[in-house]
Structure formats: structure tokens, C-alpha cells
């Protein structure tokens, strides 16, 4: 059964950094195209960044590009996204995603927040 | 990068009513957009892929149309558990976007 687990969320200062964990079943991270999806409160639904079949190639939204990093560790069967520089603005719940099948994780909330 | 207008942000629709919801993209993504159900507190959930290609197990009361730029997501007759936010997302160059959502309400 595909599952993905999201964790890593919670309350950070404004510039500080967070690390999310994806961690997913019945599937290798590298074999699928991934993605990060977030959703501010009351918000609509934003693209975050994609990691491509193999994990080649990753694109950002341009809100994120050049602070947030996405990887995988294939063995540990987990996706990350790493994020640096955060802002009130990147407050949000966080979903992971395999675009193929259309799976989703139970999202994780991060507060960006003095 | 391609810019998504989606129409209307909300209706209010009655059970049995159909209902139509429009998403424009700024500019040709072929067939390349899908429509997706959110309600509160879930994530979401595909409908439609390839623009009209019914997601496995979705009921068949829901249909997609379009291609190029204009689409269009018809739920022929709404049922109580479609009040729901709808999205539609461009998967034909990145950065990928979403549509800003159209809230289905109970009338």
C-alpha cells in the first residue's frame, strides 16, 4: 500500500530553518516524480518544488527558489525539503506528494513566527 | 509562468444542480491540467487528469473538458458530499500552478 508520512513541522523564528521529512511506503522515492504543495491558513493551494524520476532535477516556485532544497534519501525511502530564510509568509501546512496515482501525505504545519 | 484564472471563487448550487467551474491559463498547456477536491482539513484529492481523463474510482458524474487554454470541470449533479473547494493545476512547464480555487457551497 503507498503511504507518505509527513513530519519535521512546528513553530520557527523568522530566518531560522526547518528540515521536512516525507516518508513514504510501498513505493522508492527515486522511481516516482515528487512534489512539495503548501497551503497558508484559509489559503489556497501553492506548488512548492518537484523532484523528477531519479531525483535529477528539482524546479522551485519562484517564492521559494534559493532558499528551499529538495532531496532524497533512497535507502531511508524519505524526501525532504529543506528551508532556510523562512518568512511569515511560508507559514503553512505542508503536503508531499506522488503525482503519479495521485498520493498524498496528511500534511505538516509549519509556523514562521516571533 | 503560466498565470491561472479560475472562475467562479464560489457558488452556492443546491444537491441535484449542475455545475460548471472554468479555469483559464495565460497561456497553451495543451491538455496538460488537472482538477482537484479539498475539503477542510483533508488534503486534496485528483479528479481529473489530462484535462478529461477521470481519476480511478471517481464518480463518473464528474467530467473535464478543454484543452489549450480554456478548461472546464461539470459535476452533473451535485451530491452532498461535493460541497468541497475546487482547484485546477497546470502540469505543462514549471513552475506548476494552481487556479485559486472555487468554493462549492450548499444554497
Known amino acids: 500500500e503507498v503511504q507518505l508520512v509527513e513530519s519535521g513541522g512546528g513553530l520557527v523564528q523568522p530566518g531560522g530553518s526547518l528540515r521536512l521529512s516525507c516518508a513514504v511506503s510501498?513505493?522508492?522515492?527515486?522511481?516516482?516524480?515528487m512534489s512539495w504543495v503548501r497551503q497558508a491558513p484559509g489559503k489556497g493551494l501553492e506548488w512548492v518544488s518537484v523532484?523528477?524520476?531519479?531525483?535529477?532535477?528539482?524546479y522551485y516556485a519562484g517564492s521559494v527558489k534559493g532558499r528551499f532544497t529538495m532531496s532524497s534519501d533512497n535507502s531511508r525511502k524519505t524526501l525532504y525539503l529543506e528551508m532556510n530564510s523562512l518568512r511569515a509568509g511560508d507559514t503553512a501546512v505542508y503536503y508531499c506528494?506522488?503525482?503519479?496515482?495521485?498520493?498524498w501525505g496528511q500534511g505538516t504545519l509549519v509556523t514562521v513566527s516571533s | 509562468d503560466i498565470q491561472m484564472t479560475q472562475s467562479p471563487s464560489s457558488l452556492s448550487a443546491s444537491v441535484g444542480d449542475r455545475v460548471t467551474i472554468t479555469c483559464r491559463t495565460s497561456q497553451g498547456i495543451r491538455n496538460d491540467l488537472g482538477w482537484y477536491q479539498q475539503k477542510p482539513g483533508k488534503a486534496p484529492k485528483r479528479l481529473i487528469y489530462a484535462a478529461s481523463t477521470l481519476q480511478s474510482g471517481v464518480p463518473s458524474r464528474f467530467s473535464g473538458s478543454g484543452s489549450g487554454t480554456e478548461f472546464t470541470l461539470t459535476i452533473s449533479s451535485l451530491q452532498p458530499e461535493d460541497f468541497a473547494t475546487y482547484y485546477c493545476?497546470?502540469?505543462?512547464?514549471?513552475?506548476?500552478?494552481f487556479g485559486q480555487g472555487t468554493k462549492v457551497e450548499i444554497k
Open positions: 493545476l497546470q502540469q505543462y512547464s514549471y513552475p506548476w500552478t
Open positions: 510501498g513505493f522508492t522515492v527515486g522511481s516516482y516524480a
Open positions: 523532484f523528477s524520476v531519479g531525483g535529477e532535477i528539482t
Open positions: 506528494r506522488r503525482d503519479y496515482g495521485d498520493y
